[in-house]
């Protein structure tokens, strides 16, 4: 079959599925910190370890929280964290570990984060979790195709983070929630202001908001304040 013995219908649906556009917009950050912020001047610098989990869950799908693969976690997300990390005045020195599933299986990996933490003055869990509805994405997703991306339908995900503070013991020390939302539109005429409002920026924007607030909150209520005696 050849290009001009295909209906003009399914040529037109074909051509607006491939200049539609793709746009996102993310709400503000729930959860902020209200205080005046302040820089910690009064403990002396420390040794931090931080512990990171990237969960994702489509409820209705997922039993539980899923744990994400390397490959998985948001690119460029030590870059983030680098950029966020100056809000914290008195680390002296810092070190990172990131969950992952396997870890079950990988007993060297456990006793490498147990090692860690036991040669950290504190150490800082940071939970980043996104999800969606299963059942309501699909189901947007089935009419987006079926009007060839023509009517207009919000894909939203919610993102969060969860932050545990922990001295030398182990003793929870303090807690700190943040949460946004990206929604996602797919449209033709979308294609113009694709450029200027991807969903990757969108996302990186969100996680950066949430290390710069929870840390310039936990530099002004001088949270990571003591060395191990």
């Known amino acids: 079959m050849t290009i001009r013995h ?8 074909f051509f607006i599925a491939v200049i539609a556009g793709c746009s996102s917009f993310r709400s503000g950050i729930r959860g902020e910190y209200q205080g005046v912020a302040k820089r910690n001047v009064g403990p002396e610098r420390v040794k931090v370890l931080f512990i990171f989990s990237h969960v994702r869950q489509d409820k209705g ?3 539980v929280p ?9 690119a460029r997300f030590d870059d983030l964290f680098r950029e966020a990390l100056p809000e914290l005045s008195n680390i002296d020195q810092y070190s990172t570990y990131t969950e992952f599933a396997s870890d079950v299986n990988h007993p060297e990996r456990r006793a490498q984060r147990d090692s860690l933490v036991a040669a950290s003055d504190h150490y800082v869990k940071l939970k980043f979790k996104k999800e969606k509805r299963f059942s309501s994405y699909y189901l947007k997703v089935l ?3 079926a009007t060839a991306t023509i009517l ?8 969060s983070l969860d932050t545990e503070v922990y001295d030398h013991q182990g003793k929870l020390m303090a807690t700190y929630h943040r949460n946004a939302k990206l929604t996602r539109w797919v449209q033709p005429l979308l294609i113009i202001a694709y450029p200027f409002y991807p ?14 607030d929870t840390f310039r909150q936990i530099e002004s209520e001088s949270a990571l304040g003591g060395r191990i005696n």
């Open 61 to 63: 799908l997922d039993a």
């Open 199 to 212: 969903y990757e920026r969108k996302r990186e924007e969100i996680y950066l908001g949430f290390m710069h």
């Open 66 to 74: 899923k744990l994400e693969n390397k490959n998985e976690i948001l």
């Open 152 to 159: 207009p339908l919000p894909y939203s995900q919610s993102f």
């Open 143 to 145: 009419a987006s195709i």
């Open 6 to 13: 295909i209906p003009l219908g399914i040529l037109l649906i």
